[in-house]
């Protein structure tokens, strides 16, 4: 009886946790986020080019295909890394009550405007401890949106990608070497994605 309760009570608990996604080495991603959104179409766009490049007849373009996936699987890492510091942010934003920090903030004022001597510095003090709070707050929040927004522009430049070669494989056009030059391009159009990736990354890590 003891051995079931135990059961009970944990399956319970797991119930509860938040369902998370992630790679080990990154930050959980809450699987009910944007964020896990994003990450899901960028695991499938990364698949489709894996397995587009894998049935590609053999020759130079399948050859410079085959030499991208390496760079597709790191922007789907950085891409990983980003979604994870989407969630603790988001996390974050949720532990700081905004309503009740701007409540708190109109009462202070209005206490201030009658105050002085020692009770007007102690004012003084409990606004600024409170505008310092909102001040986190809005950096936070900016840090989530700009990761939001990175994740939402590298996966829809990935399927971009995914789209492209797809074209390239069907039809051909202009000969192997318009081929050759095409794909020289999505590299280009790949390794600016995964440059932006980075920024963006650093300056949330940074946030």
Not at 142 to 154: I, K, P, Q, T
């Amino acid at each position: 009886a003891v051995v079931w309760a135990t059961k009970v009570v944990t399956a319970a608990l797991e119930l509860r946790r938040p369902a998370q996604l992630g790679r080990q080495g990154t930050l959980p991603v809450d699987a009910r986020s944007a964020e896990s959104v994003w990450l899901h179409r960028s695991d499938q766009a990364a698949a489709g080019f894996t397995e587009l490049a894998g049935s590609m007849t053999a020759g130079p373009l399948a050859e410079r295909v085959a030499m991208m996936q390496p760079e597709v699987a790191e922007t789907v890492r950085a891409l990983h890394r980003l979604a994870g510091q989407a969630t603790a942010a988001g996390r974050a934003l949720a532990r700081i009550d905004s309503a009740a920090l701007a409540a708190d903030a109109d009462r202070l004022r209005a206490a201030r405007a009658t105050a002085s001597g020692d009770i007007a510095v102690q004012l003084d003090r409990s606004l600024a401890s409170v505008r310092a709070q909102q001040e986190i707050r809005d950096r936070l929040a900016a840090a989530r949106d700009g990761v939001l927004a990175r994740l939402e522009s590298g996966t829809l430049g990935l399927e971009s990608l995914v789209a492209r070669v797809i074209e390239l494989s069907a039809m051909a056009v202009g000969g192997p070497a318009g081929e050759l030059s095409a794909v020289d391009q999505l590299g280009d159009e790949l390794e600016g994605i995964r440059q932006g990736l980075a920024e963006t990354e650093e300056i949330s890590r940074q946030a």
